[in-house]
């Protein structure tokens, strides 16, 4: 079973993380939320404390989630992804909507990957094979923000805790979201409320394109952090937080 942390008490959140992340990100997050709710922010397989799946998948990802719920004995939860935690929270809805009151797409997209993606997927599984994680995740951060982004400090936190990722889980990972596949037909099929968080500034998944996907939904409510990029969930940590609040409290009611 993978790593995860428990804070708080309540009806519970999941916070799942991105690519090149762990559970610590979410922490600035969890102190709002744990105010409120039960938070579980489980480490994906190759990243901070839990170790590498061999021949992992999204759908393998969300069955690891998916076991954490059962130890904890819990039955109904919402789910948020950022980035490749979004493809996770994903195939999580798609295998076990019975299990969710809702879920959310932190800077995420339900389609699969294009040619220029999977492109840029094998380029950076080779720069990880020929120079190792830690030169590429120091590379891979800083440009997930926005340039008004000025907290180096919070930056160098990340860049750190991304350095602790193991190059097989990299290059795992990396594979499993290249050939994942395409989820947009679930987002207009299922009656799971969706959030959406979208930042005005993200150049890996436009603005346009999380607009678009909302509004395939039966039931979907937006966020827009008009000054963050990829990483809004940081970027603007309060407006995010009170967003998720108000997202859980309504999806647990119904």
């Known amino acids: ?58 759908e393998k990802m969300a069955d690891e989630v998916k076991y954490i719920l059962e130890k904890e004995n819990i ?22 909507s019975h299990l969710l009151k809702g879920f959310g797409l932190m800077h995420s997209t339900a ?24 030169v590429y995740v120091q590379n891979f951060i800083p440009p997930l923000f926005s340039t008004s982004f000025t907290d180096n400090k919070i930056i160098n936190e990340l860049i750190v805790e991304a350095k602790r990722s193991k190059s ?4 795992e990972s990396l594979t499993a979201m290249k050939t994942r596949e395409d989820c947009t037909t679930f987002l207009q099929q299922t009656v799971l409320p969706i959030l959406f968080c979208v930042g005005k500034n993200d150049t890996i998944i436009p603005e346009k394109d999380m607009f678009y996907q909302a509004s395939l939904c039966k039931q979907s409510q937006i966020i827009y952090l008009q000054n963050s990029a990829h990483m809004g969930y940081i970027e603007e940590v309060e407006k995010c937080a009170e967003a998720i609040i108000d997202f859980a409290e309504s999806a647990f009611q119904n």
């Open 1 to 58: 079973m993978i790593h995860y942390s428990k804070f708080g008490e309540g009806n519970t959140i999941v916070l799942i993380h991105g690519f090149c992340e762990n559970s610590t990100c979410f922490k600035q997050q969890v102190f709002f939320l744990q105010q409120h709710f039960q938070v579980i922010t489980p480490d994906l397989p190759g990243f901070g404390n839990s170790a590498p799946i061999e021949n992992t998948s999204i």
């Open 75 to 96: 039955s109904s939860c919402i789910m948020l992804g950022h980035s490749m935690g979004g493809y996770v929270a994903l195939a999580f809805a798609k295998k076990y």
């Open 111 to 134: 389609y699969a990957d294009g040619d220029e993606r999977k492109l840029k997927r094998d380029q950076a599984i080779k720069v990880i094979e020929e120079k190792g994680a830690e």
């Open 168 to 171: 097989k889980g990299l290059i």
